[in-house]
């Protein structure tokens, strides 16, 4: 599909289906996008650096993209990082987008950053963000001694009472200072692919809850076929006061089980799949207040539009689909779940 501006129309109208009289004063909250160069796609949908030269740049696909989703309503994004490339691309976008003269601020959208490292990528090591976030958060220097400690000893600790402490334990000079960070992650744990060892994965993961303890900020948690580990060390580390299971693709036992750690779940496009049952059951569960909406696009594109790249102009899909499982109207999910994403992201 064509993610240029002369096809602004036509995507843009995936947002306006089903009669909507009162949209204009609708608006939605991607909670979790990912914009950065390399998941923008073009007319090919190519990605990766061997396509670059072929493509628009990224400047054009990106101002497409976000001038689609103003139009479907969706003004305010979280976009993601993976890693240290993506994580400071996605600063540096979120900076130029906030410019008076940015093709954001024209339509009236806004943006932010989350920094973190993947579990895929964990291998890497944490220390890999230390600049990024020295650079950003500076009046929370990596080197400073706030929750320090918590990565490394929590990893060890796991089963044990240990650190559970930590979160309640930092100082109270932890006051984000930032205006484009407001996450830390995406982290978390990903067994089905293994993509980084195991221990290195559970070592990234709680270093980054540590993270979000000292910055307080909001804990962007990756977690496939890793439920127990994941929620073994949520309880041995503490469970961040913004935490977030991003893209929940449990059940009903695993979204009670991350509600009652204090945990909010967010729902991508997984739950307009048909088969995704259990997943539209979790969703009936989560009370409104705990419940978040995102695309996580490139990826996890809506029904109908299976097949062609996500993009956060979609997300109004997500809430028609969260709204008839709960029986409330669109309106009342995209207000409350813009609320909760404004909550926990500090906004
Ligand atoms: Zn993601």
Request: proline share 4%.
């Amino acid at each position: 599909m064509s993610l240029t501006g002369a096809n602004l129309g036509a995507t843009g109208s995936d947002g306006h289906q089903g009669g909507r009289p009162n949209d204009a004063v609708v608006e939605w909250f991607d909670s979790h996008c990912h914009l950065q160069s390399d998941y923008l796609a073009d007319e090919e949908g190519a990605g990766g650096q061997e396509a670059e030269t072929h493509r628009e740049p990224h400047a054009t696909r990106l101002a497409a993209t976000i001038a689609r989703a103003s139009e479907a309503g969706v003004t305010r994004m979280v976009c993601v990082g993976t890693d240290a490339t993506t994580s400071r691309e996605a600063v540096d976008l979120v900076r130029r987008m906030a410019r008076a003269d940015s093709v954001a601020t024209a339509v009236g959208v806004q943006m932010w950053a989350t920094v973190g490292l993947h579990p895929h990528d964990a291998i890497n090591g944490v220390e890999t963000l230390d600049s990024i976030l020295g650079a950003e958060l500076p009046d929370l220097g990596v080197g400073s001694d706030a929750g320090s400690a918590v990565g490394s000893d929590a990893v060890s600790a796991v089963g044990s009472d240990a650190v559970s402490a930590v979160g309640s334990d930092v100082g109270s000079d932890a006051n984000n200072p930032s205006t484009i960070v407001v996450g830390i992650g995406e982290c978390g744990l990903d067994y089905h692919y293994d993509h980084s060892p195991r221990d290195a994965q559970r070592a990234a993961f709680a270093a980054q809850i540590g993270l979000a303890f000292r910055h307080r900020l909001a804990l962007v948690i990756h977690t496939r076929e890793a439920w127990d580990d994941t929620i073994d060390i949520l309880v041995a580390t503490g469970v961040p006061e913004h935490t977030i299971i991003h893209c929940f693709t449990g059940g009903p036992e695993e979204a009670r089980r991350c509600l009652d750690l204090g945990a909010s779940l967010s729902f991508s496009g997984v739950v307009t799949f048909k088969t995704a049952v259990e997943v539209r059951e979790a969703a009936q569960i989560c009370p409104i207040d705990r419940l978040l909406i995102e695309t996580d696009s490139p990826f996890l594109t809506p029904a109908p539009h299976r097949g062609s790249p996500n993009e956060p102009a979609r997300v109004p899909l997500v809430g028609a689909t969260i709204a008839a499982v709960k029986g409330v109207s669109r309106e009342l999910v995209a207000e409350v779940s813009t609320r909760n994403a404004r909550a926990s992201f500090g906004l």
